[in-house]
């Protein structure tokens, strides 16, 4: 199984689009006022749709960051409010948190080698017993 994407509802398809490039996705679909959908710097995609109302989400959309403290920096410099500064957590990750136009959560993070090879991790070996 292969993750293909991340969806989250919009309700101002052109204030969401501006965001997520402004955050420095790459838009690769553009179908308005419905549907778009942008890439990651290594290839992952990411989709906005619109919708009529949203509530609170339960999705937390994480986009990893080499440099997350310059990264917010010009961010905020370029009018993006975040929620949480950049701060160590104890698992590991660099993390600051905001939200969309629409509300939805996102976190931009740093996770270097803890990202999928944290302390915690389940060996191979383990995994194959459980099965």
Not at 72 to 99: C, I, N, Y
Request: proline share 6%.
């Amino acid at each position: 199984m292969k993750l293909n994407q991340v969806t989250v509802g919009c309700l101002d398809y052109n204030r969401s689009v501006a965001f997520y490039r402004q955050l420095g996705l790459n838009q690769i679909v553009d179908s308005p006022p419905r549907y778009a959908r942008f890439e990651t710097a290594t290839g992952e995609t990411f989709s906005i749709h619109k919708v009529e109302q949203t509530g609170p989400s339960t999705t937390l959309v994480y986009f990893e960051c080499d440099d997350l403290d310059q990264i917010v920096a010009d961010l905020q410099a370029a009018g993006v409010a975040f929620d949480t500064q950049p701060t160590d957590q104890s698992w590991g990750w660099r993390e600051a948190r905001l939200r969309d136009p629409a509300g939805n959560p996102l976190c931009l993070f740093y996770g270097g080698e803890n990202r999928l090879f944290p302390p915690w991790r389940i060996e191979q070996s383990t995994q194959e017993e459980r099965k």
